[in-house]
């Protein structure tokens, strides 16, 4: 389900919308059809949250054919390949795995260098930055509805609009324990500013 939902190939090139939601609704289908209540109920969640994914994909799409309109092809393809490879060395629990594939997203930015030396470097941060943050994007709105599920599942019938500000301000106002974000809180990010108390200690 993994691959199906990777945006690049291994060659670079981006994967059409269509051809990675039927395989993915196939992988869906097949894996729905075990039989097993548990797992019904949380393909069921999945499925309804991978609706909201196909937007992040196509907004992706658009950032790599304006690169491509713009760059030569192979330049593109080669930066798309090392921007995936990099990610999911950094989503790998694995060291062996993630120092592979660090490797190997290293090697596809320095193949594109090769290719446009004169505008490598910019080139490769201005478009590493543009995919990350159809992620980021897609990414933050999941961790908002990780973290607001369980109330929802526990308190039914019962989170009225004062419980969900409640929610609001912790999630904005705690810091995060891991990831690229580690250490900072969502309004920290957005204003730039550093909280001077905790989420706790300022309620």
């Known amino acids: 389900m993994r691959h199906a939902l990777e945006w690049f190939d291994e060659q670079g090139e981006i994967t059409e919308l269509t051809s990675r939601q039927a395989e993915s ?3 869906v289908q097949w894996m729905d059809a075990l039989a097993c209540a548990q ?3 949380a393909l069921a969640r999945f499925t309804s949250g991978l609706e909201g994914y ?50 190997d997203a290293e ?20 478009m590493v930055e543009a995919l990350d943050a159809e992620v980021r994007s897609s990414s933050l709105i999941e961790n908002v509805n990780s973290a607001l599920r369980p109330l929802l599942e526990t ?3 019962q989170v009225d609009q004062q419980m969900l500000d ?3 301000y912790v999630h904005n106002h705690r810091r995060f324990m891991r990831g690229k974000r ?4 969502p309004i920290e990010i957005l204003t730039g500013t550093e909280m001077d108390k905790t989420w706790l200690t300022s309620l």
């Open 25 to 27: 609704e196939a992988i």
């Open 54 to 103: 196909w937007g992040y994909d196509q907004r992706a799409e658009q950032v790599y054919q304006e690169y491509s309109k713009r760059y030569p092809p192979e330049v593109v393809q080669a930066l798309a390949c090392g921007w995936q490879l990099a990610r999911q060395a950094t989503n790998s629990k694995a060291y062996g795995m993630r120092k592979r594939l660090a490797q």
């Open 155 to 157: 308190c039914r019938g």
């Open 39 to 41: 797992l019904h109920q």
């Open 166 to 168: 409640l929610f609001a």
């Open 107 to 126: 090697f596809s930015f320095a193949y594109a260098a090769t290719l446009l030396p004169e505008a490598s470097e910019a080139l490769r941060k201005e």
């Open 182 to 185: 580690v250490g900072k809180a």
